[in-house]
């Protein structure tokens, strides 16, 4: 069974104090994993789309890596403004009509 | 651009009571969705469409029903309202690959 699983479920960090965010997943084979921010009250917003195991995408303070069974998302000297929940998909080769999301992590930076 | 739009943003029911949650892209995009979202649950999908007057179960579909008249137009029906149908629906869309643009989301609270 496909399933996403993220972690920490929290995380809370002083500004600059730079950290990783983890989705572990399993699928019958990939075709796609995405990660999203949404803010409170928001609808999940596009950051990054990894499709093969060793691929890097940056954005501005943020870098999603990807390996054969997780991904991370690296938060570089995060700035409040970067506070939100980062959710992680997979799309499955089979069923690739689904994206089957984690919970999210909540990031809070502080001042 | 007004991209994922969705009408209406808040709802109260009764028990028992019906509604309909449109949604509209305008982007031309062929597949659409239909999530809604819990509190420490991921995104979950309940019916899709790759295609106008097509429509398709997700994960979770009991209680709901959708239609596709039109392209830009996505249709999620409640017939008869449950109190565990109280969330957050998002509806998405995207064109045959890629990442799935969502709407701000209608919350929904049933009594």
């Known amino acids: 069974e496909d399933q996403v699983t993220q972690s920490p479920e929290a995380l809370r960090l002083q500004e600059g104090e730079s950290s990783s965010l983890n989705c572990s997943y399993t699928?019958?084979?990939?075709?796609?994993l995405f990660w999203y921010r949404q803010d409170p009250g928001k609808g999940p917003e596009f950051l990054f789309t990894l499709y093969s195991a060793g691929e890097e995408k940056e954005k501005e303070r943020l870098k999603a890596t990807l390996t054969k069974k997780e991904s991370f998302l690296h938060i570089t000297a995060p700035k409040p403004e970067d506070s939100a929940t980062y959710l992680c998909?997979?799309?499955?080769?089979?069923?690739?009509?689904?994206?089957?999301f984690g919970t999210g992590t909540r990031l809070t930076v502080i001042p | 651009n007004a991209g994922v739009t969705q009408t209406p943003k808040f709802r109260v029911l009764k028990t028992g009571q019906s509604m309909t949650l449109l949604c509209a892209q305008d982007?031309?995009?062929?597949?659409m969705y239909w999530y809604r979202q819990d509190p420490g649950m991921g995104l979950r999908l309940i019916h899709y469409?790759?295609?106008?007057?097509?429509?398709a179960k997700g994960e979770v579909p009991d209680g709901y029903n959708v239609s596709r008249l039109k392209k830009q137009n996505f249709l999620l029906g409640l017939e008869s309202a449950a109190p565990s149908q109280t969330s957050v629906y998002f509806c998405?869309?995207?064109?045959?690959?890629?990442?799935?643009?969502f709407g701000e989301g209608s919350r929904l609270t049933v009594l």
């Open positions: 699928v019958s084979g990939l075709r796609g």
């Open positions: 998909a997979v799309q499955a080769a089979t069923g690739a009509n689904n994206l089957f």
């Open positions: 998405a869309s995207r064109i045959y690959t890629g990442e799935l643009f």
């Open positions: 469409s790759v295609g106008e007057g097509t429509t």
């Open positions: 982007m031309n995009h062929e597949y």
